[in-house]
Nanobody, 120 residues
Framework: QVQLVESGGGLVQAGGSRRLSCKASGIIFSITVMGWYRQAPGKQRELVARISNGGSTNYADSVKGRFTISRDNAKNTVYLQMNSLKPEDTAVYYC??????????????WGQGTQVTVSS
């Protein structure tokens, strides 16, 4: 069983910063891609940023230059540093990880989500 637990969400004023963390635990042989997604009320879940185990990253256009994704492979943890936050960044943020565990193959696991609310 693999679990992802996010932390760091909360209420922040526009222009402020917030750092999200997500730790994967359980029987993990390897993790390839880790990422952050978000879902605002009435909208579909969208990719925010993702990072490979080699450190390659890609970002949604809406967060480029403001958000930075990073990971600590030794801790199976991914981070999302969010700066210059805007009200439109308000959403539930989910982390994901492509994991190889005891079952052969790579499977995507998701965290339970953490709410980020940006007030204007």
């Amino acid at each position: 069983q693999v679990q992802l637990v996010e932390s760091g969400g909360g209420l922040v004023q526009a222009g402020g910063s917030r750092r999200l963390s997500c730790k994967a635990s359980g029987i993990i042989f390897s993790i390839t891609v880790m990422g952050w997604y978000r879902q605002a009320p009435g909208k579909q879940r969208e990719l925010v940023a993702r990072i490979s185990n080699g450190g390659s990253t890609n970002y949604a256009d809406s967060v480029k230059g403001r958000f930075t994704i990073s990971r600590d492979n030794a801790k199976n943890t991914v981070y999302l540093q969010m700066n210059s936050l805007k009200p439109e960044d308000t959403a539930v943020y989910y982390c994901s990880a492509d994991v190889t565990s005891v079952v052969p193959g790579v499977y995507a696991y998701w965290g339970q989500g953490t709410q980020v609310t940006v007030s204007s």
